[in-house]
T-cell receptor
Framework: LAKTTQPISMDSYEGQEVNITCSHN???????ITWYQQFPSQGPRFIIQGYKTKVTNEVASLFIPADRKSSTLSLPRVSLSDTAVYYC???????????FGGGTRLMVKP | KAGVTQTPRYLIKTRGQQVTLSCSPI?????VSWYQQTPGQGLQFLFEYFSETQRNKGNFPGRFSGRQFSNSRSEMNVSTLELGDSALYLC????????????FGPGTRLTVT
């Protein structure tokens, strides 16, 4: 069972790049790593998913080292609207437990 | 395309009662997962259904159960409610089994008194 840990909070300023790291030492061979964003009073929203190396989409990049024991979500040039809680989710191989990290509260300041 | 809908949005129950929550996935999505979110425990996986079969289950007692219908709609039931069951219950759907590009509903806020 993957124990998934993240920093509780981070502060940043508008226009900066933000990197949020998730530690998942016991990740299983067929587990995926998925990141979600959650605003107050809403359900989480999918950001990006990866298995290994680097994945990039229009909003973020996900870096996963070869040992897959951690992953880093990179948000380029954050804005005030990126203030939210970010969760990593590890799991997804058929029958594998899904484990969320505790969430990282990102505060973007002007 | 309509998003994931959950009913009811808010619910107040008394200890010992049972409750049923409903989730309608995005049209065409066949996988439905349920999660519990609390300030203390964060987001925890309850179970996943695909093609009317439970495919995966989290570490919750047997009081928590669910089912999925042939139209992919899903319900979860909690029997013999406890104060600790007060939480936001989130449903998420995805197109395929074990694909975690999921789309979440707004959740059902359950308060047990």
């Amino acid at each position: 069972l993957a124990k998934t840990t993240q920093p509780i909070s981070m502060d940043s300023y508008e226009g900066q790049e933000v990197n949020i790291t998730c530690s998942h030492n016991n990740i299983a061979t067929n587990d995926y790593i998925t990141w979600y964003q959650q605003f107050p009073s809403q359900g989480p929203r999918f950001i990006i998913q990866g298995y290994k190396t680097k994945v990039t989409n229009e909003v973020a990049s996900l870096f996963i080292p070869a040992d897959r024991k951690s992953s880093t979500l990179s948000l380029p040039r954050v804005s005030l609207s990126d203030t939210a809680v970010y969760y990593c989710l590890v799991g997804g191989g058929a029958g594998n437990m899904l484990t969320f990290g505790g969430g990282t509260r990102l505060m973007v300041k002007p | 395309k309509a998003g994931v809908t959950q009913t009811p949005r808010y619910l107040i129950k008394t200890r010992g009662q049972q409750v049923t929550l409903s989730c309608s996935p995005i049209s065409g999505h066949r996988s439905v997962s349920w999660y519990q979110q609390t300030p203390g425990q964060g987001l925890q996986f309850l179970f996943e259904y695909f093609s009317e079969t439970q495919r995966n289950k989290g570490n919750f007692p047997g009081r928590f159960s669910g089912r999925q219908f042939s139209n992919s709609r899903s319900e979860m039931n909690v029997s013999t409610l406890e104060l600790g069951d007060s939480a936001l219950y989130l449903c998420a759907s995805s197109a395929r089994l074990a694909e975690y590009e999921q789309y979440f509903g707004p959740g059902t806020r359950l308060t047990v008194t």
